[in-house]
């Protein structure tokens, strides 16, 4: 097993969005969190992609449970919640990381239709507000819960072709905010983490402007997008450890210093 | 270089789920501007306000409005706007927040706002113009049993630099302002308000929470003028001092 200096042996983590592909941050997550040594309840749209996440932990002798759930829908989004309860006694760690496949497509406001707020509008937020509900008194319980969102960078600086996106994102940091106001007397702390990553959106949104491609990466200061498990996760890692037990409501970037002027 | 709207500019004030256009459009008339408000509320306004009762909860809704009010008072060089539901202002813990507030508070909200914004966009093609969002400063620092209310003016903000970014070079500017809240959202007041971290009021180093109608309507009146011609995509907290954010 890869070992993270940070130990989350006997939390359970439930990630939305796991079973994402290679490039997913949300596979990256699961990852990190097993490496840790939290038990890590995989929520996937499709089965056999969660699958293989949890093939990938086992491989490192790391503890995984896949849970086949369209998160847009409240009682699938239960499921996940009580199935990670009932095979590991509890729940700790709630991280919120699935996004519909659209955030990646380029259009203009004057195009949006509901249709385009919904499909992306549903996965980003509504399942935020399941979770919200279903978690709640299991993290109460654990008396160290985390409930973390990944935004973006998109909703930071407001991205000028992903408007949909960008305000799903944006809207990401309001939800924590206030969450983390509302869950603070239960010792539940609420982040997001804003990555610049090599994850299934960016690809999406890059293949379609090579020429964004170049201009991005001379802007970045470590001259690279960040790596889903090594990056990312590991940066969700350090949120769910002890050691950021008082860190909360912040939206925090994992970027590789992208954005300086926050 | 005049810093707020010269006499006779246009203004449509398109206000949905508070009562906060009354006031602001009483503001932009004593600027000197003549002002159409299209909003879904009853509210108080001078006589010289051209009212358009309208309902934001499609596109279509919004262009008939914004037409109508081109037809009546002809093109504007400033849009204002804001999209808060009423029912967003309700106060409630997560755990018990019924989906049907959420959806309405969330969904609706931003919804509102991409209306408002494709409405203003069609409104200036081929025209500079200013557009103008704002919501209570809760955007930017939530607050607890108002997760939703939070969350939809967080969007609304990302999507205005999304506007500002994209509709720059046709000299289009997009600005959110963020107005204290304590004092001029009254449905606000069985929230739990966050305050600033000296704790209690008053508060804000001015020593008085912000007016729309005055201190609101002038900045937004400077934002829609030429002085702000190079300022978009901005957001400007108008508080007093209290949070001194970002």
């Known amino acids: 097993m890869k070992s993270s200096y940070i130990q989350l042996k006997g939390r359970t983590a439930l990630v939305t969005g796991a079973g994402g592909g290679i490039g997913g941050s949300g596979r990256g997550i699961a990852l990190a969190l097993a490496g840790a040594g939290a038990n890590v309840v995989i929520a996937a749209r499709r089965k056999v992609t969660g699958d293989e996440t949890a093939a990938l932990i086992a491989r490192e002798q790391g503890t995984a449970l896949v849970v086949e759930c369209d998160v847009s829908v409240r009682t699938e989004v239960d499921a996940a919640v009580s199935a990670a309860v009932s095979t590991f006694g509890g729940l700790d760690l709630v991280v919120h990381n699935a996004v519909n496949r659209e955030g990646g497509y380029s259009f203009a406001i004057q195009e949006v239709t509901d249709a385009n707020w919904y499909a992306q509008a549903s996965v980003a937020w509504d399942c935020a507000y399941f979770l919200a509900q279903a978690a709640l008194p299991y993290l109460k319980r654990s008396g160290?819960?985390?409930?973390?969102?990944?935004?973006?960078?998109?909703?930071?600086?407001?991205?000028?072709?992903?408007?949909?996106?960008?305000a799903l994102k944006g809207g990401v940091r309001?939800?924590?905010?206030?969450?983390?106001?509302?869950?603070?007397?239960?010792?539940?702390?609420?982040?997001?983490?804003?990555?610049v990553a090599a994850v299934d959106p960016s690809e999406v949104f890059f293949n379609q402007s090579p020429q964004v491609v170049a201009q991005f990466m001379r802007n970045l200061p470590m001259g690279r997008l960040g790596r889903p498990r090594e990056d990312i996760g590991r940066a969700v890692v350090a949120i769910c450890s002890d050691e950021f037990g008082f860190v909360t409501a912040q939206s925090i970037q994992v970027d590789g210093g992208l954005y300086t002027a926050v | 270089m005049p810093i707020s709207l010269t006499e006779g500019s246009v203004v449509f004030v398109a206000v949905s789920g508070t009562d906060a256009g009354g006031p602001l459009a009483d503001g932009l008339v004593r600027q000197g501007a003549r002002v159409a408000l299209l909003t879904d509320t009853v509210v108080e306004a001078d006589a010289a306000v051209t009212r358009i009762a309208t309902t934001f909860g499609s596109r279509e809704s919004v262009a008939?409005?914004?037409?109508?009010?081109?037809?009546?008072?002809?093109?504007?060089q400033l849009v204002v706007h804001s999209g808060t539901p009423a029912i967003s202002f309700i106060s409630s813990p997560i755990e018990r927040l019924p989906y049907e507030q959420w959806s309405a508070s969330v969904h609706d909200a931003v919804k509102c706002t991409i209306y408002c914004l494709q409405a203003a966009h069609e409104h200036f093609e081929g025209r500079c113009g200013a557009i103008v969002v704002f919501g209570p400063v809760l955007s930017l620092?939530?607050?607890?049993?108002?997760?939703?209310?939070?969350?939809?003016?967080?969007?609304?903000?990302?999507?205005?630099?999304?506007?500002?970014?994209?509709?720059?070079?046709?000299?289009i500017r997009v600005n959110w302002v963020a107005i204290g809240a304590e004092g001029k959202y009254p449905a606000l007041e069985s929230a739990v308000i966050p305050q600033v971290p000296e704790f209690g009021l008053p508060s804000a180093p001015l020593g008085r929470v912000p007016d729309i109608g005055g201190d609101a309507a002038d900045l937004i009146g400077f934002l829609g003028s030429d002085a702000a011609r190079a300022v978009t995509g901005t957001t400007l907290n108008i508080d007093g001092g209290n949070w001194m954010v970002p």
Do not use: D
Request: charged content about 15%; glycine content about 12%.
């Open chain 1, 144 to 166: 160290r819960g985390r409930f973390i969102m990944l935004g973006s960078c998109a909703g930071l600086h407001g991205s000028a072709m992903n408007p949909v996106y960008s």
């Open chain 1, 174 to 195: 309001g939800f924590v905010k206030a969450l983390a106001r509302e869950w603070g007397p239960y010792q539940i702390t609420v982040n997001a983490v804003e990555p």
């Open chain 2, 64 to 76: 008939a409005a914004f037409a109508r009010a081109r037809e009546l008072l002809g093109p504007a």
């Open chain 2, 141 to 171: 620092v939530g607050a607890a049993g108002l997760v939703p209310l939070s969350t939809a003016l967080e969007a609304q903000r990302s999507i205005v630099k999304s506007a500002a970014r994209q509709w720059g070079r046709k000299g």
